[in-house]
């Protein structure tokens, strides 16, 4: 994990342990698991509002076609078939 062996793992749960103490720790990860649940909850309400109400959808804007290029190749090969 982390590139971490299992003694370096246990060497900074003691030293959190010296830290915070023993009855803090537990407050901490209630704490932390509340938070995970509020993002989830959260997360889960958004991906509902987005399936509920789908962003109107985008549409790409159409050219009309252009005849002026045609008209001028058309009308240079008249010249030339008439030069001819």
């Keep these: ?9 246990l060497i900074i749960f003691v030293i959190i342990l010296l830290i915070f103490g ?3 720790i537990p407050e901490m990860a209630q704490g932390l ?4 649940r509020e993002f989830r909850t959260a997360m ?9 109400n789908p962003p109107p959808p985008t549409q790409a804007p159409t050219q009309a076609p252009t005849q002026a290029p045609t008209q001028a190749v058309s009308q240079s ?3 030339e ?3 001819s």
Excluded: C, P
């Excluded at 994990?1 to 793992?9: A, K, L, P, R």
């Excluded at 698991?33 to 995970?36: A, D, L, Q, V």
């Excluded at 889960?44 to 509920?52: A, T």
């Design 77 to 79: 090969k008249n010249k």
């Design 22 to 24: 023993a009855k803090r």
């Design 81 to 83: 078939q008439s030069a």
């Design 44 to 52: 889960r309400d958004v991906q509902e509002e987005i399936d509920i």
């Design 1 to 9: 994990m982390f590139g971490m062996g299992h003694w370096e793992i």
């Design 33 to 36: 698991g509340k938070g995970i």
